[in-house]
């Protein structure tokens, strides 16, 4: 038999490395972040995505409340100037886009999540402050588009206001986005994205970790 005090050099550092493997699977097995925070630090719902390749997966959470996955969006990546512009937008107002919740008849606003655009640094891609803004408003409306009717979504298309589309972004999704003061509506040479939950349900929209390193994908769920 081996004893603790017998073991050859050679059998400790087979251990050590043991340890080590063991402890970059439990790593590896960590569930997915809410874009670098876990899901049950962020203040909305800790769901358990069982078989998130079916958009109607239920979700149960601890408290026994139920969440249902309605809607995914493209992933959008956190590449470059752009990326750094979507990342400031994520982080401002206290995280504020990262995790909406929007109960029946409630309307919500991109802009007024963000705040105030003084109040966040941001980066000129291709002439515009803020470049990147448009396509991470897009990313709101692909992924409620499944549940609510054209009359939800309030917004400045993209596509007829710049002449351009967004890249894996449809025509009628594309967001033009313009925050001069952090309020709502689309007026005044303000250009803002509003939903409007028509649904029975409320309805969550939750940032997360896309499919590759360095993307993000916005996923839909509805409370039952």
Not at 119 to 129: L, S, T
Not at 174 to 202: C, E, K, Y
Request: aromatic share 8%; charged share 10%; hydrophobic share 45%.
């Amino acid at each position: 038999m081996i004893t603790l005090f017998r073991c050859p050099p050679g059998l400790w550092l087979v251990l050590a490395i043991s340890l080590v493997i063991l402890y970059h699977e439990h790593q590896a097995a960590i569930p997915h972040t809410l874009f670098g925070l876990p899901l049950q630090q962020s203040g909305g719902p800790s769901p358990a995505f069982a078989g998130s390749e079916s958009l109607t997966a239920t979700f149960t959470q601890q408290s026994g409340q139920k969440y249902r996955l309605i809607g995914e969006s493209a992933p959008l990546s956190l590449h470059g100037d752009a990326g750094y512009n979507i990342r400031a937008a994520l982080d401002a107002n206290g995280g504020a886009l990262r995790s909406v919740i929007i109960n029946p008849g409630d309307t919500w606003s991109f802009n007024a999540s963000v705040g105030a655009p003084t109040r966040v640094r941001v980066r000129v891609v291709a002439g515009i402050p803020g470049g990147g803004w448009c396509d991470l408003a897009s990313r709101y409306v692909q992924a409620l588009r499944p549940v609510l009717p054209p009359s939800a979504f309030a917004f400045p298309n993209h596509v007829q206001t710049a002449g351009i589309g967004l890249l894996n972004v449809a025509d009628e999704d594309a967001v033009a986005i313009w925050n001069i003061d952090g309020q709502a509506g689309s007026f005044g040479g303000r250009q803002d994205l509003q939903i409007t939950n028509t649904h029975a349900a409320t309805l969550q929209l939750h940032v997360v970790e896309g499919p590759a390193p360095d993307q993000i994908v916005v996923r839909a769920l509805e409370v039952r």
